[in-house]
Every structure is written in structure tokens, then in C-alpha cells.
């Protein structure tokens, strides 16, 4: 596979950054109610994330070992800044719900993770490509989770109905915990589970041997 296509797609399920690194979590938690609040929070991370990664690798050779965290932190900082305002100018009701999420992509591990461990040490094309993977990725599973969570929490999707609830005449009673953070914890863990079914690679090693393991190596 062509370098430039993999760095872009491993990110979306073999190097995912939420289900192989668990990075990102808090905020898969907070906005994964709905499918537009995830979608409006991924649209902003991976846009900050690209730009963000493309800047820091045009200047990399320019900024010094020791101060580099800082001008990094700087350079999402200042893009998470504008990407909250253009929330505020032309989605106000949607800013709102998001709350202060929006400013928080500027501490996401995912997103300065990837401008220190792969923009740093990469031309700009490449880092861009690996940024917008990673967004994508983390994008791919806040939107699973988001959609899992609104059909059985409200029986709509994307706001649209979906599912005829018993309140309006319909069949079907909604299962408030679905809309409580512990409902995306089951779904997460859920999710790595059946990934990690399919792609054996990325099941971990066991820190520690069975217990039932120990007692049939007793003599």
C-alpha cells in the first residue's frame, strides 16, 4: 500500500487513537449524547489537529529542543481559539452545547501527541496526512459511540426520529442510562472488545498469569 495512503487510514482502526491508545476519552464521554455534537467536536479536532500538525512540522527545524512543548501548546492553542470563535459566529446554539469542550481540544493527548511524536520529525505533507488520520480515527469512534448512545437514549438520530417512543403513542420506552457518562464507558469498552475480536494484533499482553494457570503449574 502506497506509504502516503497507510499513513492516512492505519489511524482508523489499526492505530486508532481511542481504541488502541485510549487517548481522548474525556471527551468521548461528554459529547457522545447526540451525533451532532460528536460530529461538531470532531469537525474541530481534526480540523485543528491537520493545521496544527502541518505548522509545527514547517517549522520544526527552527524551533528550539527545549522550548518546543511550549510553542506547540502555543500553535493549538491559538487554533483552537479561532475554531471556537467561528463555532460562536456561525453555530451559537451548537457552541453551547459543547460547552467547554471546544477549548479543551487545545489539552486532547491525541492532539499533541501526534504534532510531538510524528509532526516534529516529518516534512509537512506527511504530517498533515497523519494528523488528518488521527482525526478521522478518533472522529470514526466518537460518532459510533454517539449514535449508539442517541437511539437507545432518545430514539432519534441525528435528531430525526428514529425509533417511535411510548410517550407519543409508539412501541418504545428510552433507556435513560444510555444518556449518562457510564453508558459510554460499556459502549467504549464494548467497542475495544470487539476490535480487538477481529484484529488480534492489538490484543495486549497478560501482565499476569491465570490464576487457574498458577494451580495447574503447582506440582
Not at 447526540?34 to 512540522?57: K, P
Not at 475480536?197 to 506440582?219: D, I, L, N, T
Request: charge should be positive.
Amino acid at each position: 500500500m502506497n506509504v502516503s495512503l497507510r499513513t492516512l487510514t492505519d489511524p482508523l482502526v489499526d492505530r486508532n487513537p481511542v481504541t488502541v491508545h485510549i487517548l481522548g476519552i474525556c471527551s468521548a464521554l461528554a459529547v457522545t449524547t447526540s451525533v451532532g455534537t460528536a460530529f461538531a467536536l470532531s469537525l474541530a479536532l481534526v480540523v485543528v489537529l491537520t493545521v496544527a500538525a502541518g505548522i509545527v512540522s514547517l517549522i520544526r527545524n527552527h524551533i528550539p529542543s527545549s522550548i518546543r512543548i511550549i510553542i506547540q501548546i502555543t500553535i493549538i492553542a491559538s487554533l483552537v481559539i479561532v475554531a471556537d470563535q467561528l463555532l460562536q459566529a456561525f453555530a451559537y446554539a451548537m457552541s453551547q452545547r459543547l460547552s467547554v469542550f471546544v477549548a479543551l481540544i487545545a489539552t486532547n493527548c491525541i492532539v499533541l501527541g501526534r504534532t510531538e511524536a510524528y509532526a516534529m520529525h516529518n516534512p509537512p505533507l506527511p504530517a498533515m496526512l497523519d494528523g488528518l488520520g488521527n482525526g478521522l480515527g478518533y472522529s470514526l469512534v466518537l460518532l459510533v459511540v454517539a449514535a449508539i448512545r442517541e437511539l437507545f437514549g432518545a430514539g432519534t438520530l441525528a435528531g430525526l426520529p428514529v425509533l417511535p417512543l411510548a410517550a407519543e403513542g409508539g412501541w418504545y420506552a428510552p433507556m435513560r442510562l444510555m444518556l449518562l457518562a457510564p453508558s459510554a464507558f460499556i459502549i467504549l469498552g464494548l467497542l475495544v472488545w470487539a476490535v480487538r475480536s477481529v484484529k488480534r494484533g492489538q490484543v495486549e499482553p497478560r501482565e499476569f498469569a491465570p490464576r487457574q494457570a498458577e494451580r495447574g503449574a503447582q506440582p
